[in-house]
Nanobody, 125 residues
């Protein structure tokens, strides 16, 4: 089992940047593929980015490719989402998620079993 706590959300103007962090507790963080998802009001939750347990492979939704960067520090049990050139349509609650250890969740974009409570990101125009 792994517990996830997100932080770093807030209010930012369009074109600005934010970095989200997700701290994981529990054992063997370096075996979990990790992902970020988001849910805007009235919309379904959508995939944003994912990273392999080793950090060697990443995957991004087309809507954020080139603007967002996912990374992880396995020594700190933390995964990050650097968000640049933010747009009003990026406004959502952002969730961190962990997949089954050593699974293919990082490229299949499904199979994430553990979720954080979410952090609000609001981008003003």
């Amino acid at each position: 089992q792994v517990q996830l706590v997100e932080s770093g959300g807030g209010l930012v103007q369009a074109g600005g940047s934010l970095r989200l962090s997700c701290a994981a507790s529990g054992r063997a963080f370096n075996t979990y593929p990790m992902g970020w998802f988001r849910q805007a009001p009235g919309k379904e939750r959508e995939f944003v980015a994912a990273i392999k347990w080793s950090g060697s492979i990443t995957d991004y939704a087309d809507s954020v490719k080139g603007r967002f960067t996912i990374s992880r520090d396995n020594a700190k049990n933390t995964v990050y989402l650097q968000m640049n050139s933010l747009k009003p349509e990026d406004t959502a609650v952002y969730y961190c998620a962990a997949g089954t250890p050593y699974s293919s969740s990082y490229y299949r974009r499904v199979g994430f079993d553990y979720w954080g409570q979410g952090t609000q990101v609001t981008v003003s125009s």
